[in-house]
């Protein structure tokens, strides 16, 4: 099937062959894959992420995805100890991590083989291997080198012996720091990108070291460099084109955070979590830049508490969190949705259930967001899509919590958290921002809970507005926020915070369809997945199927138009990265197969026949992977 | 600065308020109830103090006790069990400018929500807390507490208690940053009143325990110290609890107590019969979370563009030579 997917690749067919000065052919090449992986600490998190920010300055398309070992540090010279990045590089712009790597760059064979083993490799792609484990003392560890790079280039990978320790010892004492600064050089040369903006990238990542330490750095990677040019027999060259307007280069996580201080929010309170946790050391960093304060909780429910309590008395707080931190936060929940204090609540979903795959990806936690904390907990749940969009979720879901006194939940997930792209540099827009604390008098007489009969919406009071006082309260209430002992008020209340997200669904904007708005086959998905599913639909386009897909951010309410759009196709599924069971599984069948969340949605929402397919690995779902389900859906009998 | 004369006159006005003017909905406590003494003695300190009502906010968990705020007539924030404290520091954070009191019970603070308990003394937040100790859980029909004594008989100790109880007062001497530590009993209410008084005086976490009658479920827990003067323990000192002449009559059993002496505090913390009764520990100078937290900026649109525009500067590719390039062209 792989040779599909090579339309747009390493197509020796429809490269252009030119020459350096050096006298080496350069292959231009549309787009390629290149990984950096090392044991934990050796510095191939940081080259990656420097190589991509460096190709994205020179305008190339980017996504780079970490790998990242379960533990902070893994045994070295271990299967599944990998620690590194892949960096996806286009001359067009880059939606997702792609698929099998085209290039690799390995500390060790073992971290390798974790990338052979998790067939994150193409069949026969260059390995750019570490050598000094040849000569080893440890005759066992130059045995086992030997052993897996003999397999591996019979297997028909071409793999290139580097001395890269032994380069880097004619400069530093310590060459296992600054390896990676060497193999930074050696992909500059190899991807033919601008030596200037290296330097510039190592003096901005180095900018809190001594001035001794960057020019250690620096003369590296001129060694990797002038090693390559010398050694290496290839070199590629992906055009770019400059952006016209400025671009941020930041990773999914960073990029909530500037949400967060775009959106005027004042308050966030959290408990540490695995993959939440970044956006919130990069906001305890820059928050109090704006005026804002990230609150270490003593627990996951204190932060929800704590965020609750800072929302009622001022402007609408915020939480972050991942999925268990997320699964205790659900009574607060349904207290902010019972009091209609608004709240927002980012989760970075990970693996689940229980401790499940912290620094794992997966979308688990949806049904969760909708339907969780006891009894009718109405809240809005959108799901961020892009790197970019979590910046701009999290503006909308404060105004949307503002606006409707609700709960908004955001769900990003751990490949939208460490994974960076560029996107048009936000424009700041007063309109972003938490209008001032209400602190007017109140007539007399006014209804904490006066909810509008048509939305629901009531005029939230804020303490220190006069006329205001009243005990807001978890027990079931009526309009004056009295404890309701009669029926009807506690039907009453309920009504009326369900109706608010009716309300909410008639602000929204039917969502856009990916292709053709009608043809045999419409994909659908949410969150993270969105690069990927449209990759692998365009490429069912560019092969004259009927293809199309439509991605939801908005999860509850869904926006309206969705069925409209589904009767218009022939077959309708999902692809999503959690748990679906498998009809191939001989007692599955139709009367007892549980759907993925947003198939399981649909098909209770809109009564059409929405099947679904998913995967659930911990790793963003490949392009090529959903190219090949799509296919065998569409060949798939009625 | 000069206010007009009108304005003066309004102002006192103002900040004149009745008795009745914090009295919410009628208590449905049952009748003997501690809490009933806990309310009136906060009645009256917010008559007193002249707290304007929109700008005091009591807060409270799941309980008998939590009940409390309905009947004030101010803000109020009755939340989910144990979980008062996070939200009242939520609500502190945001506006150092309210009063913030918490009602939590013993099973809402030492058992399910202990461990904000213990956070929220190491945060030393300008607020008053009142755990409205009965020994027992009320709302959910008799069962023991953390505080209960051992060998209680309840619905889910049949047997009796089997664990010995925990000691509120110990535990929050315990625990850095601790900044006010008092007990009170509800059957002396001028005690609970000036208490309460010095705990929302102080500047920081005030602690203060109310031993309280549960007429319902423990009628007779407190008899023999209701009929013995003795076996109340007052703490007195200049700068604790100053007793009326009528009660120095009649609570003989005194002792000095300065209540910067933290070890003393603790030796008397430990002791439950007699029961101690009066200010344990009072140190002022305990730097308060809200204090070192706050942003001195106004949070002007202004303010905020700045701080993200230099944010944004940090990770952005410039279509040309970059911002320097830009400004010297």
């Known amino acids: 099937m792989n040779d599909t997917l090579t339309v747009n690749r390493l197509d020796h067919a429809s490269s252009q062959l030119a020459t350096a000065s050096g006298g080496k052919p350069v292959i231009t090449l549309a787009e390629h894959i290149v990984e950096i992986v090392s044991d934990s600490g050796e510095g191939a998190q940081r080259c990656g992420q420097s190589l991509g920010a460096i190709a994205a300055k020179m305008g190339n398309g980017v996504w780079t995805v970490e790998i990242i070992p379960a533990e902070i540090q893994p045994p070295p010279r271990s299967i599944a100890g990998a620690s590194g990045n892949r960096v996806r590089l286009g001359s067009h712009r880059i939606d997702n991590g792609g698929d099998e790597a085209d290039l690799v760059v390995a500390f060790n064979e073992q971290v390798l083989l974790g990338r052979v083993r998790a067939a994150e490799l193409k069949p026969g792609c260059i390995i750019l291997l570490e050598s000094m484990w040849r000569e080893h003392q440890d005759s066992k560890i130059a045995e086992t080198y030997v052993q897996t790079h003999d397999k591996l280039a019979a297997d028909g990978y071409r793999v290139i012996e580097i001395p890269m320790e032994r380069e880097c010892r004619v400069l530093v004492s310590d060459p296992r720091r600054g390896k990676n600064m060497f193999v930074l050089g050696m992909l500059m040369s190899i991807y033919s990108l601008d030596m200037r903006l290296a330097r510039e990238q190592i003096d901005y990542a180095f900018r809190k070291k001594a001035d001794s330490i960057v020019k250690s750095n620096i003369a590296l990677l001129e060694a990797g460099y002038q090693w390559a040019e010398a050694n290496l027999d290839f070199k590629y060259r992906i055009p770019a084109t400059r952006a016209k307007e400025p671009q941020i280069v930041v990773n999914g996580n960073t990029a909530l955070a500037l949400g967060v201080l775009a959106s005027g929010m004042e308050i966030c309170a959290m408990y540490p979590i695995t993959p939440a946790t970044s956006a919130s050391h990069y906001l305890s960093d820059v928050f109090e830049k704006v005026g804002g304060i990230v609150h270490q909780a003593e627990d996951e429910i204190a932060a929800c508490a704590f965020a609750i309590g800072a929302s009622y008395a001022g402007k609408c707080a915020l939480t972050i969190t991942s999925g268990p931190g997320f699964s205790l936060k659900q009574e607060a929940l349904g207290l902010a949705v019972m009091t209609e204090v608004p709240l927002v609540v980012v989760n970075v979903q990970r693996g689940g259930p229980s401790t499940g795959q912290p620094t794992k990806a997966e979308q688990g936690d949806l049904l969760s967001a909708c339907f969780g904390s006891h009894g009718d907990a109405p809240k809005v749940v959108m799901a961020a899509s892009s790197i970019e969009d979590c910046f701009y979720s999290i503006i909308t879901a404060r105004r949307i919590a503002e606006t409707f006194n609700m709960v908004v939940v955001v769900l990003s997930d751990s490949g939208l958290a460490t994974s960076q792209q560029p996107f048009p540099r936000p424009r700041f827009n007063e309109a972003w921002l938490a209008p001032p604390i209400d602190q007017s008098a109140l007539p007399t007489g006014a209804k904490p809970y006066d909810w509008d009969p048509a939305t629901g919406i009531a005029r939230r009071f804020v303490p220190g507005q006069p006329n205001g006082m009243h005990t807001l309260t978890g027990l079931a209430h009526d309009r004056l926020s009295h404890v309701a002992y009669d029926a009807d008020a506690n039907e009453e209340g309920l009504r009326y915070r369900s109706l608010k997200l009716a309300a909410v669904q008639k602000t929204l904007k039917p969502p856009p369809v990916f292709g053709a708005p009608e043809g045999d086959l419409l994909v659908i998905g949410w969150g993270s997945t969105k690069g990927a599913i449209e990759e692998a639909v365009a490429r069912h386009q560019g092969e004259g199927r009927r293809v199309s897909s439509m991605h939801l951010r908005f999860l509850q309410p869904m926006p309206p138009g969705i069925k409209e759009v589904m009767q218009r196709f022939r077959k309708v599924m999902t692809i999503e990265s959690n748990w679906c069971d498998r009809p191939e599984d001989p007692i599955i069948d139709e009367t007892n197969r549980r759907y993925s969340a947003v198939a399981m949605m649909l098909r209770a929402r809109y009564l059409v026949d929405v099947d679904c397919w998913s995967e659930v690995k911990g790793q963003s779902i490949k392009p090529g992977t959903i190219y090949r389900v799509l296919h065998a859906k569409l060949q798939e009998k009625d | 600065m000069t206010i007009h004369a009108t304005e003066c006159v309004m102002r006192m006005h103002d900040d004149h308020h009745d008795l009745e003017e914090y009295q919410g909905s009628i208590p449905r406590w049952c009748s003997g109830c501690g809490d009933n003494a806990i309310l009136a003695a906060m009645q009256k300190l917010c008559r007193n103090e002249k707290l304007r009502p929109e700008k005091t906010v009591f807060v409270s ?269």
């Open chain 2, 61 to 329: 968990g799941i309980g008998c006790s939590s009940r409390f705020p309905h009947y004030m007539k101010t803000y109020g924030f009755h939340g989910i069990h144990g979980r008062a404290l996070p939200v009242a520091e939520g609500i502190k954070l945001t506006r150092p400018d309210l009063h913030v009191f918490v009602n939590t019970g013993d099973g809402d603070c030492c058992s399910i929500g202990a461990a904000h308990w213990i956070h929220a003394v190491r945060y030393n937040m300008n607020m008053t807390l009142m755990l409205h100790d009965n020994h027992v859980y009320g709302l959910t029909k008799k069962q023991a507490s953390p505080t209960s004594p051992k060998g209680l008989r309840s619905n889910t100790t049949p047997r009796g208690a089997y664990l010995d109880p925990l000691n509120p007062l110990t535990i929050t001497l315990g625990v850095q940053n601790v900044s006010f530590v008092a007990q009170a009993v509800d059957w002396i209410p001028e005690v609970v009143y000036d208490i309460l008084e010095k705990a929302f005086h102080h500047k920081g976490f005030s602690f203060v325990r109310i031993i309280q009658r549960c007429p319902e479920f423990l009628p007779d827990m407190f008899d023999a110290w209701l009929h013995d003067p003795l076996r109340t323990l007052m703490l007195t000192h200049e700068k604790g609890l100053h007793l009326s002449p009528g009660l120095t009559k009649v609570y003989k059993n005194q002792k000095e107590h300065d209540p910067l002496n933290i070890d003393r505090a603790r030796e008397l913390a430990s002791i439950t019969d007699p029961i101690p009764v009066g200010i344990l520990y009072h140190n002022p100078e305990v730097p308060r979370y809200e204090e070192t937290r706050l942003s001195p900026h106004l949070r002007t649109p202004e303010y905020i563009q700045a701080g993200l525009e230099s944010e944004l500067d940090k990770f952005t590719v410039w279509p040309d030579e970059g911002p320097a390039a830009r400004a010297a062209a």
